[in-house]
C-alpha cells in the first residue's frame, strides 16, 4: 500500500500558535530548518540547529525541536536563545539522551518573551500541550477536585468542582481524590448547613427536600432560614475552610452551652450534631500541619531507575490529602531538576499556595518561585524547612515518597511478570506492550456503542480509550458490529502501515501488540477475516469466552484464530489479570452505552425540526401539551401558538406533513 505522503512542519500540529497572555507577551517564530530524512542522523541534525542559530536573537523564549514529520521533540526555555541553543551543536558535550533528541531534530520553533519567568512558564504550558518525548513528563490525566462556595447568589451553594474555575465564589482544595472531597463535603453539609442543590431545582421548590429532613441543608429554598442567618452560616464556613476552624468549633460549642441553658434541646442537639462533623472533618487529617497555613509539600525518591514525587496539599492548617506522581522520560536528568520540572508542571493545573515546601534546593529556585508569583498573582516562597512543623511534615512527606515508589516497583514487577506470561500463554514473541480490549453494547440492536480499552505496561491508559457509535451494522447483529469497529480501527493503519512508527500518543497511529476480543469462536473468526480483507494478517488476536458456570468462578475460554481453545487454572494471576482486562472494557461500555440511551430518553421529536430552538420548542410544548399534538395540529392552530410566527408554524407543519395528499 502507498504510504501517503508526510506532513510539511507548516501542516503540523506544532506549528499552531498558544497566546496564552497576549501578544505583548511573546512573539513566535518560524527558524530556518533543513528537510532532511526522517531516519536519525546527528550531522543531519547538528546542521539543522545550526542554522537556526544564524537567526536567533540574544533573548529569553523558547525553542521547539521539530522531527522530519513535524511532531514536537523537545521543549526548552533560555534565557538567551542564542546562547542556549548552540549549546546543542557540541555533541561531545551532550548526554545519549540529548544526542538522540539532536539526531531526530530536522527544524525548530522560536518563541521570544518579556523575561525568563515567562519563558518558563511558556515552557510549562507548551509541554503540557504536546507531551514532548524528550522533556520530563508529569502524567496525570486526572483534574483535581475542589470545593465551590459559590458567591452568585442570595443562598450560595457549595459544592464539589472540577476543571476550569470561571464560576464566581471561593474554591478550597486541591483535593486528592474525588472520594476525600466527598466526605468533606458530606461533613460540611451537616455542620454549616448550605445547599448543595442547583439554582433551578432551588427556585422550583415548594416544600423542603430530604436533605433538610436529615439535618444537611437548612432549607433557604421554602424560607426555614432567612438571608441573614443563611450568610452568617456562609461566613462561619468561610472561616472554617480558611483556617479558623478552632474559632468555629468554640462558637459552635458557646451557642450549645447557651441552649442547653435555656432548656432547648432540639437546638442543643443540632449544635451537637454538627460539632460532631467539625470533629470528623479535623479527625479525618492524616498529617498534623497545624500552623503550615497554605502550602503544598514535594518530596522526591528515587529507585530502581524510578522517580516517585509525593505531593502533601495544606490549606488553612488542614490537610487536604496527598498524590504520588511518577514522572516519565526522566533517564539522565538530575533528580533535583526533576523535581523543579514536576512542580512547575503541576501548577499549570493548580493555583500555586503561598508557600511551596520542597525537600531539596532547587536549580533556578528563584526564577521559579517569580513565575509562580507570576501565575498566582501574589506572593509565592519555595522552601526547603530545616527544624519544627515543616521540618516534621516534610520527613512525613518523604517517608510516603519511598513508599509510594517500593510500590510502584513491586506493582511494575507484577505487571512485568504477567506480561511475560501472558506472552508465553498466548505464544507472543515479547510480552505485549500496547494490549487494545474490544466489546460492544446494545440493547436488542439499539443504541449499540462499541468500545477499545489500551493497557499498557504500567496499567489502562484512559487517554487512548475509543466509543464508536455504531452506525452499519444490522439490529442485533453482535459480528456485524465487531466487523464495523475493527474497520474503523484499523484504515488509517491498513492505508499507512508504516507511518508513525513507535509513536504512542495516539490509537489513530499506533499498532497494538495485542487485540483481546471479548466474546467466543463467533466474534474471533469475524474479526480475524475482517482484518484479513484489510490487508492486516500479523495483528495478534485472542478471544476470550465465559466458561460454563459464566462467572468469574468459571473456566473461561480463550479462542485462537487458528481455532485452537486454551484454558487456565481457576486461581491463575493471569486468568484474573485477563479478566480484569475484560471486565474494563465491559465497564466502559456499558457506561456508553447507558449514557446513549439517556441522551435518548431526554430528546425530543421537535429535536429534528430544522430552525426550531429551545425557545420555540418550549413554545410549543407549553401550548399543545406534548409533541405528538404538536404533530397533529394543524396550520392555524400553529400559527395561535405564543412566540411562533407564521413563518415558523409554516415550517413546522411542512416538516410533518411534506408529501401529503
Known sequence: MARPPSRTPAESKANRPHDPRGKERFNEERAAYTVASAQPDLEAGVHAIRETVKTLPPRPGVYRMLDARGDVLYVGKARSLKARVANYTQVGALTNRLQRMVSQTRSMEIVTTNSEAGALLLEAQFIKRYRPPFNVLLRDDKSFPFILLRADHAFPRIHKHRGARRAKGNYYGPFASAGSVNKTLNALQKLFLLRSCTDSFFSNRDRPCLLYQIKRCSAPCVGRIDEAGYEELVQQAKDFLGGK??????????????????????????????????????????????????????????????????????????????????????????????????????????????????????????????????????????????????????????????????RRLAESGTKAKLNRDLAEFLELEEPPQRIEIYDNSHIQGAKAVGAMVVAGPEGFEKGQYRKFNIKTAQTNDDFGMMREVMQRRFRNLAENPDGEEGKRNSHETVWPDLVLLDGGKGQMSTVRDTLAEMGIDNVPLIAIAKGPDHGREGREVFHFPDGREKTLPVNSPLLFHLQNLRDEVHRYVIGAHRAKRSRAITASPLDEIPGIGPARKRALLLHFGTAGKVRAAALDDLKRAPGISDAVAQQVFDFYHAGAS
Not at 303 to 330: D, L, S
Open 245 to 406: 476552624s478552632s474559632a468555629v468549633q468554640l462558637d459552635l460549642e458557646k451557642q450549645m452551652a447557651q441552649a442547653a441553658e435555656k432548656l432547648d434541646f432540639e437546638t442543643a442537639a443540632i449544635l451537637r450534631d454538627r460539632l460532631r462533623a467539625a470533629t470528623f472533618i479535623q479527625g479525618a487529617q492524616a498529617v498534623n500541619a497545624t500552623g503550615v497555613g497554605d502550602a503544598d509539600v514535594f518530596a522526591l525518591a528515587a529507585k530502581g531507575g524510578q522517580i516517585a514525587v509525593q505531593a502533601f496539599f495544606i490549606r488553612g492548617g488542614q490537610n487536604w490529602g496527598h498524590r504520588a506522581f511518577f514522572p516519565t522520560h526522566t533517564q539522565d536528568v538530575d533528580k533535583d531538576e526533576v523535581l523543579a520540572r514536576v512542580i512547575m508542571q503541576f501548577y499549570e493545573e493548580v493555583p500555586p499556595p503561598r508557600t511551596v515546601l520542597v525537600d531539596r534546593a532547587l536549580p533556578e529556585g528563584e526564577l521559579l518561585a517569580q513565575a509562580l508569583c507570576e501565575m498566582a498573582e501574589h506572593k509565592v516562597e519555595i522552601s526547603v524547612p530545616q527544624r519544627g512543623d515543616r521540618r516534621r511534615l516534610m520527613e512525613q512527606t518523604q517517608r510516603n515518597a519511598v513508599d509510594a515508589l517500593d
